[in-house]
């Protein structure tokens, strides 16, 4: 038999974009959502690229920082054009990468933002891939691909049944495997 035939694979995908996780100054609310919309300001030959996001409890808009003060020659045309677009997939890519939370003290709530994509097989070995880089708990993915709680998944660890080379729990963002050993 096959490699992929005793093997399942796991696809985790983007499904929408992450709540962003910071304190409103006009409410109480902790939560933004980004709406994929740019905000660009040329200075000369400088440019100020922000992202927007909008507070879900009173609508305040606030920028995330992008780029700050970049010559206009050193921004790619397609990316520059992407910004001008407010494209999505750019907005999403850029929410994705910790140096943009990082700069702008902010954490991402990836929770409703994910879905998983199964293909059959009939193997212990799972293979889990990433479309994108999206932060999960380890728990939280397998509870959803296992259609288990996540408690059940902690038990299911400690007791062996899953295994990995890697280590099962904290977040993932990267490619691993594990085998399911409950049907041997």
Known sequence: MSQSMLSTTWLVCREG????RRRCLNCSSDRYRPNG???????????DVWLLALCAGCGK???LTVLERVQVHTIDPPTLDR?????????????????????????LDWADAW???????????????????IPIRVTTLLAAGLNVS?????????DGSLQSKRRLTGTVSADFTFEDRRST
């Open 83 to 107: 910004f001008h677009d407010n494209d999505l997939t750019l907005a999403a890519e850029l929410l994705a990468d910790p140096l943009l939370a990082r700069r702008n003290s902010v954490t």
């Open 17 to 20: 974009l992450p709540v962003i």
């Open 115 to 133: 879905t998983l994509r199964r293909t059959a097989g009939d193997g212990p070995v799972v293979e889990v891939g990433f479309a994108e880089r």
């Open 37 to 47: 919309k740019f905000r660009i300001n040329a200075n000369h030959k400088l440019l």
């Open 61 to 63: 808009t606030i920028k």
């Open 150 to 158: 996540r408690t059940e998944v902690r038990r299911l660890i400690a």
